[in-house]
């Protein structure tokens, strides 16, 4: 059995009044979670939003990381200095990290492994670009991507691990893939893990589908037998959002 799990993914956005304050505001929303639920606030937020998670039996998850633990290496933060602040995830590779700061396939990759090496939980994201699935490319793209990060890792690291199927085209746009893509997304990224590890990595493994989920779709993905949960930007910036979309998924795994 894989627990369900929701991510928020706040990007570049709220001062610390705003992140402190939507802790509180979401757990009296939302109080009863069988839903395991991550929020994943800005680098400069993570100490004063993890304590708030903490009384509130929220995860914290940060956003990126480098995969040296310490150095010269200005501007960068190391898997212990998160785990030091009691992070428990870790999204790595997000498509606007590939986009806007050239992440590769490879340094993705190494950010893995270092996040396992000081046991943090990577949220892996995968995806296709609009050109790629217009070409018919879709499955190539994610297979290759997944298994160029989970290169040299073993079975028992990879099943811990959460690999978010965010399609490029769908993430901040209002147009969300159909249930069944995301479907066959995750039933691929097991398939690939199968090959690479073992069957029962494949099926330990949590997958989540990001890119325009809102309360209003995410009983479209629950329904998949292979997604089991959502990575969630615009939809997470908002407690009262947020809360309804977390009943709705509650409502939709118990079904
Ligand atoms: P979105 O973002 O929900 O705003 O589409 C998802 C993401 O970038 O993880």
């Avoid at 990007?11 to 402190?20: D, P």
């Avoid at 499955?139 to 965010?166: C, P």
């Avoid at 995410?218 to 969630?232: H, M, N, P, Q, S």
Wanted: charged residues 20%; contains cysteine.
């Amino acid at each position: 059995m894989r627990t369900p799990l929701i991510a928020a993914n706040w990007k570049m956005h709220k001062t610390l009044e705003e992140a402190v304050s939507f802790v509180s505001r979401f757990a009296v929303l939302a109080p009863e979670r069988k839903i395991e639920t991550v929020i994943c606030p800005a680098f400069v937020h993570l100490a004063a939003v993890g304590e708030a998670c903490r009384k509130n039996g929220i995860k914290l998850g940060a956003q990126n990381l480098f995969w040296e633990a310490a150095g010269a290496f200005t501007g960068e933060v190391s898997p212990p200095m998160l785990k030091d602040l009691g992070v428990d995830y870790v999204i790595i590779g997000h498509s606007e990290r590939r986009e806007h700061f050239a992440e590769t396939d490879q340094q993705i990759s190494r950010k893995v492994k270092a996040a396992f090496q000081f046991d943090l939980v990577p949220i892996l994201c995968v995806g296709e670009t609009l050109e790629q699935r217009r070409a018919n490319r879709t499955m190539e793209v994610i297979a290759g991507q997944v298994s160029t990060a989970l290169h040299g890792l073993n079975a028992a690291s990879v099943r811990k691990m959460v690999i978010a199927y965010e399609p490029v085209w769908a993430i901040g746009s209002g147009l969300s893939a159909a249930g069944s893509d995301a479907g066959a997304a995750g039933k691929r990224i097991r398939a690939v893990i199968g090959e690479m590890f073992s069957l029962e990595a494949a099926d330990a493994v949590r997958i989540l589908y990001g890119g325009s989920v809102q309360a209003e779709n995410i009983a479209d993905f629950l329904r998949e037998t292979e997604i089991d949960g959502a990575l969630v930007g615009g939809a997470s910036l908002a407690a009262d959002s947020f809360a309804r979309l977390v009943s709705r998924a509650q409502e939709a795994v118990t079904v």
